[in-house]
């Protein structure tokens, strides 16, 4: 079965392992960079980006990572997870792996509806999810080689029409929603089926 290494900051980790468990995969929390040592694929939670991107700096776990992901190891990212995933991220020069060929917008939903649950179609899966969104980023731009698998209409939070909230880019996937903070393991399956 594949290891999979959860970054293990700061944030939502634990919730992803439950899911990855439950799922059959073996989990790796990954504090240290020999942490990174023999895994199969890397998911990053939600949390704050700004600080789990400083600590990958800091612990001298930003450049490794960054290799073993242009050397083609999949990667999934919700939320923080996706930002830190995205080459460009909108009137920001924090730290990022940017392996993922999208712009992001944080904190995109507006103060007074930051956090709302709605039912969500996703690209190759036959039910909607649950998209949980916790002060949750936008893509606001996808390069050629990437899959737009989710969008979500702005209208009730302020904006207009649908905007981009989850992505495939061959081996890595990335949501602006949680799926580890509900009982859905679709995804998590998803990403699973990505490392075969
Ligand atoms: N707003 C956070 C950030 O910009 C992301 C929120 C989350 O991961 N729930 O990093």
């Known amino acids: 079965m594949a290891l999979i290494g959860v970054l293990a900051l700061q944030g939502a980790f634990r919730e992803h392992e439950k899911a990855l468990r439950s799922l059959g995969a073996e989990v790796r929390e990954l504090r240290q960079p020999q942490h990174l040592e023999g895994i199969d694929g890397l998911v990053i939670p939600g949390g704050e980006s700004t600080t789990i991107g400083k600590l990958l700096v800091e612990l001298n776990m930003m450049e490794p990572l960054k290799r073993r992901l242009l050397d083609g190891m999949p990667a999934y990212g919700s939320c923080a ?10 009137d920001s020069e924090q730290p990022r792996l940017g392996v993922l060929d999208a712009t992001v917008r944080r904190n995109a939903f ?10 969500l179609p996703v690209k190759g899966l036959d039910e909607p999810v649950q998209g949980v969104f916790i002060r949750a980023p936008l893509i606001t731009r996808v390069g050629s080689g990437v899959d737009v698998l989710a969008r979500v209409d702005m209208a009730p939070h302020g904006g207009a029409g649908e905007e981009i909230v989850a992505v495939r880019q061959d081996r890595i996937l990335a949501t602006s929603f949680h799926p ?17």
């Open 81 to 90: 997870g996706l930002i830190l995933l995205c080459r460009d991220i909108e």
């Open 110 to 119: 507006g103060r007074q509806v930051d956090s709302f649950e709605t039912s």
């Open 180 to 196: 580890e903070l509900t009982p859905d393991t679709r995804l998590h399956q998803y990403f699973l089926d990505m490392l075969a």
